[in-house]
T-cell receptor, first 114, second 113 residues
Framework: DAGVIQSPRHEVTEMGQEVTLRCKPI?????LFWYRQTMMRGLELLIY????????DSGMPEDRFSAKMPNASFSTLKIQPSEPRDSAVYFC????????????FGEGSRLTVL | DQQVKQNSPSLSVQEGRISILNCDYT??????FLWYKKYPAEGPTFLIS?????DKNEDGRFTVFLNKSAKHLSLHIVPSQPGDSAVYFC????????????FGTGTSLTVIP
């Protein structure tokens, strides 16, 4: 059974460029989460979806960040324009809607903005 | 605003001894508490959890303790093994806030052989 799949694993880009991170959740999971890991703040929740609908995006840092979930098997996190302070590891996670509290994480996308 | 705090960024323990990782949370509405383990270049994986109706949950070498009045939970690993070396995140959630999970900043555990 495939786990949560994220791409790309690594992205190096220049300031001002658009970055798109992708996530395929585990089949049958109705909730999808985007987290950002930094040294200072640990794992920050950016946004989460239930049944493809964004429920809480209060963690999205600013308007440069946007996330979509066009269907149950795909989500994107876009940063436009990117800035050096966006450099971090971005994790996608999924879980069943009525879950036991366990999230299933992907391996992360490490973003470096020069 | 950090809902969850792990005040020790790192911890070193001798193999065979007990590792104790601590976590504090701010809001008494949280009713489900979890620990995740993360190896380098991998995503976090679920380790153990506890609901607010209990004060202890044990799974093999891992035990989580919950002190609701102090808003504190801890993870005990005994005996510690070198393979336990990883970053440990505590997380909290609440039925009242839907599926939101708040994570701490993590504690990096090193078990010395």
């Amino acid at each position: 059974d495939a786990g949560v799949i994220q791409s790309p694993r690594h992205e190096v880009t220049e300031m001002g460029q658009e970055v798109t991170l992708r996530c395929k959740p585990i089949s049958g999971h109705n909730s999808l989460f985007w987290y950002r890991q930094t040294m200072m703040r640990g794992l920050e929740l950016l946004i989460y979806f239930n049944n493809n609908v964004p429920i809480d995006d209060s963690g999205m840092p600013e308007d440069r960040f946007s996330a979509k979930m066009p269907n149950a098997s795909f989500s994107t996190l876009k940063i436009q324009p990117s800035e050096p302070r966006d450099s971090a590891v971005y994790f996608c996670a999924s879980s069943p809607l009525m879950n036991t509290g366990e999230l299933f994480f992907g391996e992360g996308s490490r973003l470096t903005v020069l | 605003d950090q809902q969850v705090k792990q005040n020790s960024p790192s911890l070193s323990v001798q193999e065979g001894r007990i590792s104790i990782l601590n976590c504090d949370y701010t809001n008494s509405m949280f009713d489900y508490f979890l620990w995740y383990k993360k190896y380098p270049a991998e995503g976090p994986t679920f380790l153990i959890s506890i609901s607010s109706i209990k004060d202890k949950n044990e799974d093999g070498r891992f035990t989580v303790f919950l002190n609701k009045s102090a808003k504190h939970l801890s993870l005990h690993i005994v005996p510690s093994q070198p393979g336990d070396s990883a970053v440990y995140f505590c997380a909290v959630s609440s039925k009242n806030t839907g599926n939101q999970f708040y994570f701490g900043t993590g504690t990096s555990l090193t078990v010395i052989p």
